[in-house]
Each structure stands twice: as structure tokens, then as C-alpha cells.
């Protein structure tokens, strides 16, 4: 089992940044693949980024650049720093994890959610 806990949301100006982070208990942290997703009013979930256990990352190309995941296993913590924000970067986040290495861009293949932390990118 694994308790996931977001932080960092708020309200942020079209082109600042923002950290997002993740506090995760329950199980052996680093070993495990995680990864954040975000849902816009409308729209289904969709990847964000993801770490597989090995420390390989993913991006989705609207995050490419802009967007960087990491983990600091010694506190249980994975992070998304977002930098050059857009206001269609507006979403609910969510950090997940899976139960095995490899990482994946589909959100059903995620075992374990946080409750979503709002961003909000004004223009």
C-alpha cells in the first residue's frame, strides 16, 4: 500500500514556475514507478511526466522543456518543477505510483493516487 499526499498548487502568473511535491509513505519509495498527471475542466487525465524505479523519465511534448520530474528517495518525495507556465497548463495534479519499475503514460496502470493539488496559470 502507498499513501501519496500533493503539495505546491496555487495560483501562478503565465510564465513563473512552480514546485510541485509529493510525500509518499507505505512502501519502498525508490523502487517504484511514479508519475504526474493533470485533468482540465472537460478533459481526461492525461501524463504529465513519469520516473520508472530505475530513475528513467518520461514527459508528455506539451511538458518537454519546461517541465522536469525527480524523486529524493531519502524523503520519500517526488517533485515536478514547472517552469514558463501557460494558462493551459490549468489543471487539477496528481501524483501516482505503481507497484512495479517501469513507468507508463496511461493513468489505469497506476495502482496509487494522491487527491490532486490545483494549478491555476493566470495569463
Known amino acids: 500500500q502507498v499513501q501519496l499526499v500533493e503539495s505546491g498548487g496555487g495560483l501562478v502568473q503565465a510564465g513563473g514556475s512552480r514546485r510541485l511535491s509529493c510525500a509518499a509513505s507505505g512502501r519502498t519509495f525508490s523502487r517504484i514507478a511514479m508519475g504526474w498527471f493533470r485533468q482540465a475542466p472537460g478533459k481526461e487525465r492525461e501524463l504529465v511526466a513519469a520516473i520508472s524505479g530505475f530513475g528513467s523519465t518520461r514527459y508528455a511534448d506539451s511538458a518537454k522543456g519546461r517541465f522536469t520530474i525527480s524523486r529524493d528517495s531519502a524523503k520519500n518525495t517526488l517533485y515536478l518543477q514547472m517552469n514558463s507556465l501557460k494558462p493551459e497548463d490549468t489543471a487539477v495534479y496528481y501524483c501516482?505510483?505503481?507497484?512495479?519499475?517501469?513507468?507508463?503514460?496511461?493513468?489505469?496502470?497506476?495502482?496509487?493516487w494522491g487527491q490532486g493539488t490545483q494549478v491555476t496559470v493566470s495569463s
Open positions: 501516482a505510483a505503481r507497484s512495479i519499475y517501469s513507468a507508463s503514460s496511461r493513468p489505469d496502470e497506476y495502482d496509487y
